[in-house]
């Protein structure tokens, strides 16, 4: 009777076992992308469609300049096909990662697009993504990487990139349109991140801070910024979801405005915060500058 019961777990178990490899072997088939952070991560998604897994490591939430890495990102990079990442000096934490996973494939989606140097200091601004018309370049290199690894998704591929680009496009026109209705377009923020939005829009941009890697929150840092919103008589100034609202809060009170809202810059929003895309994060963000610095 034992060695019957005994005999039917280990059939039992070797299907099941069989099940999971089967199923694990059908996932493995779709190519695995990884990204640094998650709006490269969603971007990935829109050109990959079904024909991969994609993954990001920096969590919603948290800043991609300070991130840490975790012993699960070391595992999901080295088992990865590509792994996807901004440059621009964005990932600092690179290469520490790099060096304990492997020989995977690096690719930095900002090729080709120029880069606009960090106010004041040395260094290049990797907030590209913050003008659409770079996130253009973003999903053709993803696009043209994504065919050279998986020939057979070509048409899928370039189909997916093509109905997102047509997204993109709108988007940018929709925005163009937007920032008409505001005669003063100045954004003042913790962290300046908006440079690119602003070369592209038409704002002057303004932070406490230049990068969140470099020092921040200074007092004469906050002084500097509370003096620029009193001598443009700015009507409000934002806060990033990724960065505490304290030093923001500090300058709107000591310049005697108020935090028109939040923005995102390094992350795509929750699920139910209405940004939880590129471009509904971008969207986001343009009706939230539009209705503070409307007067």
Request: hydrophobic share 40%.
């Given at each position: 009777?034992k060695?019957?019961?005994?005999?039917?777990?280990?059939?039992?178990?070797?299907?099941?076992?069989?099940?999971?490899?089967?199923?694990?072997?059908?996932?493995n088939?779709k190519?695995?992308?990884?990204?640094?952070?998650?709006?490269?991560?969603?971007?990935?998604?829109?050109?990959?469609?079904?024909?991969?897994?994609?993954?990001?490591?920096?969590?919603?939430?948290?800043?991609?300049?300070?991130?840490?890495?975790?012993?699960?990102?070391?595992?999901k990079?080295?088992?990865?096909?590509?792994?996807?990442?901004n440059?621009?000096g964005?990932e600092?934490?690179?290469?520490?990662?790099?060096?304990?996973?492997?020989?995977?494939?690096?690719?930095?989606?900002?090729?080709?697009?120029?880069?606009?140097?960090i106010?004041?200091e040395?260094?290049?601004d990797p907030?590209?993504?913050?003008?659409?018309?770079?996130?253009?370049?973003?999903?053709?290199?993803?696009?043209?990487?994504?065919?050279?690894?998986?020939?057979?998704?070509?048409?899928e591929?370039?189909?997916?990139?093509?109905?997102?680009?047509?997204?993109?496009?709108?988007?940018?026109?929709?925005?163009?349109?937007?920032?008409?209705?505001?005669d003063?377009?100045?954004?003042?923020?913790?962290?300046?991140?908006?440079?690119?939005?602003?070369?592209?829009?038409?704002?002057?941009?303004?932070?406490i801070?230049e990068?969140?890697?470099?020092?921040?929150?200074?007092?004469g840092?906050?002084?500097?910024l509370?003096?620029?919103?009193?001598?443009?008589?700015?009507?409000?100034v934002?806060?990033?979801?990724?960065?505490?609202?304290?030093?923001?809060?500090?300058?709107?009170?000591?310049?005697?405005?108020?935090?028109?809202?939040?923005?995102?810059t390094?992350?795509?929003?929750?699920?139910?915060?209405g940004?939880?895309?590129?471009?509904?994060?971008?969207?986001?963000?343009?009706?939230?500058f539009?209705?503070?610095?409307?007067?």
């Amino acid at each position: 009777m034992k060695k019957s019961i005994l005999l039917f777990i280990t059939v039992i178990a070797g299907m099941v076992l069989a099940a999971c490899g089967g199923a694990e072997a059908q996932e493995n088939d779709k190519l695995q992308v990884v990204t640094s952070f998650s709006i490269l991560g969603d971007l990935a998604e829109q050109v990959a469609g079904d024909r991969a897994n994609v993954e990001y490591l920096v969590p919603i939430g948290e800043e991609p300049h300070e991130y840490e890495a975790v012993p699960s990102d070391f595992r999901k990079v080295s088992d990865a096909d590509v792994f996807y990442v901004n440059g621009f000096g964005l990932e600092e934490w690179l290469e520490r990662l790099v060096q304990n996973t492997g020989d995977v494939s690096i690719v930095s989606v900002s090729d080709g697009v120029t880069p606009l140097p960090i106010a004041g200091e040395e260094g290049e601004d990797p907030h590209a993504w913050l003008d659409v018309t770079n996130v253009i370049t973003y999903v053709e290199n993803i696009r043209d990487d994504l065919i050279e690894r998986d020939p057979e998704g070509t048409e899928e591929y370039q189909a997916n990139a093509e109905a997102y680009i047509q997204e993109l496009e709108e988007i940018h026109a929709w925005i163009q349109a937007e920032v008409e209705r505001i005669d003063e377009r100045v954004i003042a923020v913790s962290e300046n991140a908006f440079q690119y939005f602003g070369e592209q829009y038409g704002f002057e941009t303004y932070g406490i801070w230049e990068l969140n890697s470099h020092e921040e929150g200074t007092p004469g840092q906050i002084a500097a910024l509370v003096d620029i919103v009193k001598d443009r008589n700015l009507p409000a100034v934002f806060v990033e979801t990724t960065v505490d609202s304290r030093y923001m809060e500090t300058v709107a009170r000591d310049a005697g405005v108020h935090i028109a809202g939040e923005v995102y810059t390094d992350a795509v929003g929750l699920e139910g915060s209405g940004a939880e895309t590129y471009i509904k994060m971008m969207e986001h963000n343009v009706n939230t500058f539009v209705s503070g610095l409307k007067r």
